[in-house]
Structures are given as C-alpha cells and as structure tokens.
C-alpha cells in the first residue's frame, strides 16, 4: 500500500510498475480519494504492456490488514527556501492520525517511511504503532548516497554502481558524507579526488533537493526510484546493504546509516568504524534530530502505543 498520491506516491507507483518486483498487488490511498482512484486507472493502463503484472486499484486505511509493506509519503509539501525541520510539527500530527487508522485495520507489516523530515517521522511512526523498530524504516539517505556515488562517478568516470559511499546522518542539512570508506573497486576515493573536491562533492549532494525544489517545485523520480529498492530488498530478502533510517537506541533516534534490509526488515546495522572527523559529524547530526524529537514532547505525552 502506498499512503499519498502526490508527486512521491505516484512516482513510486509508477517505478512499482515499470520494474520487475516481488510486487503482485497494490493499493493507493490517499486522503482525497479521487486524486488515488484517478492514479490507480491512469496507472492500470500501463499494466498491459509493463515488465511484470500488478494489481493495481484504490483502496482505504482499511485495507492495510493484508499488506506486507506500507509505505507512507503523505504529508505537507516541502515549499521552495522550506527546510525539512520547517515541515515538522505539520506532518507529526498527520503521521498520527495515518499510523492508528492503518494499525486499527490489524496491520503488522512493515512500514517505509518517506514523508520529510524522514527519520523524525520514522521516530514517530514506530512510536505510535507499537512495532518492533525493525519494522519501521525511513528512506534515510539512500538518495543522498546515490547523488553522492552519481557525483563522484562524474569525477572519476567510473559506473556509480561501482562506487561504495554513503551520505549519512539526518535526511538534511547536516549530514555527510564517509569519505573514509568511501570506495571504489577497494581504492579510497580520498586516493582519488583531492579534498577540495571531495568537499565540494559533499555540498553538492546536501543541497541538490533545494536545488531541484527551486526548479521544478518538488522531488520524486529519484526518491522513487530509492523507495522500490528498500521495497525490493525486504520482500526479495535481499540483505543488501543501504543507508536507510533506522532506530539508535542509544541515542534514541532515526537517522540514515548503513544497515543490512532484508525480510524482517532491518536485519542488523553495519558498524563502521568513522575517523574522529566524521564522529564529531554524526554526534551533531543526532543531536540535530534528539532536538527535533525532543520539541515534540513525544516522550512526555506518550508512551510507546501497546497493541495487542
């Protein structure tokens, strides 16, 4: 199931469709029914002549009961200058009121979050539904990873599949890059670019949405294109290892870091050892997101939602 059918939800779809998944059914909703019910018909006219077969129709919170995976993109828009912490109190209260309608429907899949600020709404999704934190995964920074390997590929004229980086921290405006893993074929890329470049690379990466917000109003082909993969890797079992949001305990946030996804969700996170640098860098960042969460009096004025 797919929770919003703007610009994200319908990319999504639309990548659902023209990939080959594990994917045999999906349903759209959205709070203005119409806009799911006129996504699903445009869509099922591909259905003819797309790579795979999928269902394809509209539906309610209701129908979340027999879903493997639901994936949230509902929520406020990301204006133009707006950054995601500006989004924050807007889309915590609509993430609510999302999360207990499809958990009364008796769901217990897994849920992917995209809906900005990502790993502070992943945070509150895995508070309110009561699910284990491996069942709840943000899109974190896999498309901040792979801008990051896309960029460095124009450097060194190598396919960014080849490339093994990760952009890691919050999903914005002080995340980073982990140059000192970074590599491509076992080579450092610090070997291969100087640090005036890779400096610039890192910049680039962090603000290429507003970029894009500038131009054409939003983001959605590429963050579509990342949410199939995470999709792709927990119903295929794939174990891959991607930069996902997931939950800290120790310092009791989201944030985007590699982990292993794969059926159960996230299986384990990687532990990767950071130079001093890059751990002054991570302890900003989460202390970034502690104050987002802490903002919201979550902890204050619930506790985690118990279900049966």
Known sequence: MIVGTGHVGASIAFAILNQQTAVNELILTDIIAKDAEGEAMDLSDAIAVAPSYVKIRNGTYKDAKDCDIVIITAGAAQHNKETRRDLLKRNANIVKGMVDQIMNSGFNGIFIVVTNPVDVMSYLVWKFSGLPSEKVIGTGTVLDSARLCER?????????????????????????????????????????????????????????????????????????????????????????????????????????????????????????????????????????????????????????????
């Not at 460095?152 to 080849?162: A, F, L, Q, W």
């Not at 982990?178 to 680039?204: C, D, Y």
């Not at 130079?275 to 991570?282: C, D, P, R, V």
């Not at 202390?287 to 802490?294: E, F, K, P, S, Y």
């Open 152 to 308: 460095i590929s124009e450097y060194v004229g190598v396919n960014p599949k080849s490339i093994h980086a990760y952009q890691v921290g919050e999903h914005g405006d002080s995340e980073f890059a982990l140059w000192s893993s970074a590599n491509i074929g076992g080579q450092p890329v610090s070997t291969m670019l100087p640090a005036s470049t890779m400096s610039g690379i890192e910049g680039f990466v962090r603000g290429k949405a507003y970029d894009i917000i500038e131009r054409k109003g939003n983001t959605e082909y590429g963050i579509g294109v990342c949410t199939v993969r995470i999709m792709s890797c927990i119903l295929n079992d794939e174990r891959r290892v991607l930069s996902v949001s997931s939950y800290h305990d120790y310092d009791d946030v989201y944030y985007g870091f590699p982990a292993v996804v794969g059926r159960e969700g996230i299986i384990r996170q990687i532990d990767v050892e950071l130079s001093e640098a890059e751990g002054i860098k991570l302890a900003k960042s989460v202390n970034v997101l502690r104050d987002m969460v802490d903002s919201l009096n979550i902890n204050k004025k619930l506790d985690r939602v118990k279900r049966k």
